[in-house]
């Protein structure tokens, strides 16, 4: 069956340090992964796309990557800052009409 | 640009009785999706709208819920008859179709409650 995970329901960790999530997929050939990030209260914000020929996408404090062979996506912050504290989700297009999948999310909390 | 609007932002109704949510999505944005987010999950697509033709609504329970987005703009999710299982926050999300980055912009949200 389609399967998206997400490794942890909660990753806490302390301010400076570099925060890791992972995205895992079964059954899926994406042409891109998304990933989100969610507030209580809110709606998804999204933050970064990457394409499945691109390895690697950074944005300010962030980086993505995106590996094909193991089905896998690793969401980095450095620096952290509590105010990364928040929900991040990923997405991968996924459905029958080219629609995102979300995976669960991962709860963040940066301690200061 | 002002981003997708919702409404109402709450609500609360016993089983078996009707809701209706509204959004009005950004300005120029042809496609329009629903999505249901129960509590710890991620958004699960209902429906998602190209103008106002149906594209996707494999996951939308037909037999109780409906969605219609009249005139290509504003969109109307309707519940009829409520279950305990509705319970979750009604999201709606805007996008261009062919963007650069497919990015989809999301409202704040509707949250029911079916006690």
């Known amino acids: 069956s389609q399967k998206i995970e997400q490794n942890s329901e909660a990753l806490n960790i302390q301010e400076g340090k570099t925060a890791t999530l992972t995205c895992n997929y079964t059954?899926?050939?994406?042409?891109?992964l998304q990933w989100y990030r969610q507030d209580p209260g809110r709606g998804p914000v999204f933050l970064l796309l990457?394409?499945?020929?691109?390895k690697e996408k950074r944005k300010e404090r962030l980086k993505v990557t995106f590996d094909t062979t193991l089905k896998q996506s690793l969401f980095h912050i450095t620096a952290s800052q509590p105010a990364d504290s928040a929900t991040y989700l990923c997405a991968l297009l996924g459905g029958s009409q080219g629609n995102l999948i979300f995976g669960k999310g991962t709860k963040l909390s940066v301690k200061p | 640009e002002a981003g997708v609007a919702q409404s109402p932002r709450y609500k609360i109704i016993e089983k078996r009785q009707s809701v209706a949510f509204w959004c009005n999505p950004i300005s120029g944005h042809a496609t329009l999706y629903w999505y249901q987010q129960i509590l710890g999950q991620g958004p699960k697509l209902l429906i998602q709208?190209?103008?106002?033709?149906?594209?996707?609504d494999s996951q939308l329970p037909k037999d109780r819920f409906s969605a219609e987005r009249l005139k290509g703009v504003d969109s109307t999710l309707k519940i009829q008859p409520a279950k305990l299982e509705d319970s979750a926050v009604y999201l709606c999300?805007?996008?261009?179709?062919?963007?650069?980055?497919?990015?989809?912009?999301f409202g704040p949200g509707t949250r029911l409650t079916v006690t």
């Open positions: 990457i394409r499945e020929n691109e």
């Open positions: 059954n899926y050939s994406p042409a891109y």
């Open positions: 999300a805007s996008s261009i179709p062919s963007g650069p980055s497919y990015e989809q912009y």
């Open positions: 709208f190209q103008n106002n033709g149906v594209v996707d």
